[in-house]
């Protein structure tokens, strides 16, 4: 794989998110690829099925990417999200930077970093701002992400 099938892979990643393509995002990825986020850590399948949940409960979700950058097996991207915490109704504007790492034409690995105080002060108003740093918040979030995508059956 070279850099340009490397950006091109990331760059339809990204156009794929922006069209909350789930499907396309999920056809990315290695089968044996792993992901990891504040929130999710996931391998296989299953980081399709969190994508196509996000694309498709994300109903005003818009998406952003730039600075994208391919090495000789890597890559990275720094992305934001704008869009509505669907279990509080508040608006969220995350920033992340993405990290890549590719096998057999795929990404094989890949790592976002985000603020999660940030983001739950957000997301969770009142609660993030005085616990988002908190050990038992980030746990309740990640359960509650995950049986919501053990729930989603997209």
């Not at 922006?18 to 999710?40: E, Q």
């Amino acid at each position: 794989m070279n850099t340009d099938t490397r950006r091109t892979l990331i760059e339809r990643f990204f156009a794929a998110f922006r069209h909350r393509d789930g499907a396309t995002m999920a056809a990315c990825y290695h089968p044996d690829a792993s992901f990891r986020d504040p929130v999710f850590s996931l391998c296989g399948e299953y980081i399709g099925k969190m994508w196509r949940m996000l694309c498709a409960r994300g109903v005003d979700l818009r998406i952003e990417f730039a600075n994208v950058d391919v090495g000789a097996s890597n890559g990275a991207a720094d992305w934001q999200a704008w869009y509505t915490f669907k279990s509080t109704g508040r608006a969220v504007h995350n920033v992340v930077h993405a990290e890549f790492r590719f096998a057999d034409d795929l990404i094989v690995e890949h790592v976002d970093a985000f603020d999660f105080w940030r983001w739950s002060r957000q997301a969770l108003g009142p609660a993030g701002w005085l616990l988002g740093w908190s050990s038992p918040l980030r746990a309740k979030v990640r359960r509650e992400a995950a049986q919501a995508l053990d729930r989603f059956s997209g």
